[in-house]
């Protein structure tokens, strides 16, 4: 399969996301050396599987017309982000990308130092067992990594050697209902600690 110029082989993880795909339990720890026992990979299995279908239930209430004119008006706010059909056009280019995925109504704004190859890694890898939510089952949202190649329906760049330095101001134009983002943009000196500590809260409940 051919995607935005990309060739994927058939792997375990598909080409879009499903319920049935997004969770590939490991006992093996992603934050130190332990092990987890039986018992947690049934409990965190139940409760990443129910706060997916929460999440899937925020999509399906999200307007469509509303998204498409958020992604239009920032398109005219910042013209140096231009739609693109190849990828292959983009390798080893720094700068600023534009995720949307359409059928769930939102996006990811990404910064990196080679713009191909870090879309490349959210497409074909897969979110750690442990790390499927980031923060409660009713207040986390999917991560991108989650969702496969045939789930971004439309990239926008913008080619630059200052990465990081607007990338919250590019996130923050979007309504937070639209974004997929977990945490603030910019560069995270402090790692894992900072990133929670700014960490991006959804109300999955009251929807």
Same mark, same amino acid.
């Given at each position: 399969?051919?995607?935005?110029?990309?060739?994927?082989?058939?792997?375990?993880?598909?080409?879009s996301?499903?319920?049935?795909?997004?969770?590939?339990?490991?006992? =093996?720890?992603?934050?130190?050396?332990?092990e987890?026992?039986?018992?947690?990979?049934?409990s965190?299995? =139940?409760?990443?599987?129910?706060?997916?279908?929460?999440?899937?239930?925020?999509? @399906?209430?999200?307007? @469509?017309?509303?998204?498409n004119?958020?992604?239009?008006n920032?398109?005219?706010?910042?013209?140096?982000?231009?739609?693109?059909?190849?990828?292959?056009?983009?390798?080893?280019? @720094?700068?600023?990308?534009?995720?949307?995925?359409?059928?769930?109504?939102?996006?990811?704004?990404? #910064?990196?130092?080679?713009i191909?190859?870090?879309?490349?890694?959210?497409? #074909?890898?897969?979110?750690?067992?442990?790390?499927?939510?980031f923060?409660?089952?009713?207040?986390?949202?999917?991560?991108?990594?989650?969702?496969?190649?045939?789930?971004?329906?439309?990239?926008?760049?913008y #080619?630059?050697?200052?990465?990081?330095?607007?990338?919250?101001?590019?996130?923050?134009y979007?309504?937070?209902?639209?974004?997929?983002?977990?945490?603030?943009?910019?560069?995270?000196?402090?790692?894992?600690?900072?990133?929670? @500590?700014?960490?991006?809260?959804?109300?999955?409940?009251?929807?």
């Amino acid at each position: 399969m051919i995607h935005f110029g990309i060739n994927f082989k058939k792997s375990k993880f598909g080409f879009s996301l499903t319920r049935e795909n997004y969770i590939h339990p490991s006992k =093996k720890s992603s934050f130190n050396n332990t092990e987890y026992d039986d018992e947690y990979i049934i409990s965190h299995t =139940k409760r990443a599987l129910f706060n997916f279908d929460l999440n899937m239930r925020f999509f @399906s209430k999200l307007d @469509s017309e509303e998204f498409n004119r958020t992604i239009e008006n920032f398109s005219r706010q910042y013209p140096q982000f231009i739609e693109i059909k190849d990828l292959n056009e983009y390798r080893y280019q @720094s700068g600023y990308y534009l995720l949307v995925l359409d059928k769930y109504k939102q996006i990811y704004l990404g #910064t990196t130092y080679d713009i191909c190859r870090r879309i490349r890694d959210h497409w #074909t890898r897969s979110k750690q067992f442990d790390r499927l939510m980031f923060g409660s089952v009713f207040t986390s949202r999917l991560s991108i990594d989650s969702f496969r190649p045939l789930d971004t329906t439309r990239i926008f760049v913008y #080619t630059t050697n200052e990465t990081f330095e607007n990338e919250d101001k590019f996130i923050s134009y979007f309504p937070d209902k639209f974004i997929l983002n977990r945490t603030k943009g910019g560069m995270l000196d402090l790692g894992l600690s900072q990133a929670i @500590s700014n960490r991006k809260y959804r109300n999955l409940i009251d929807i």
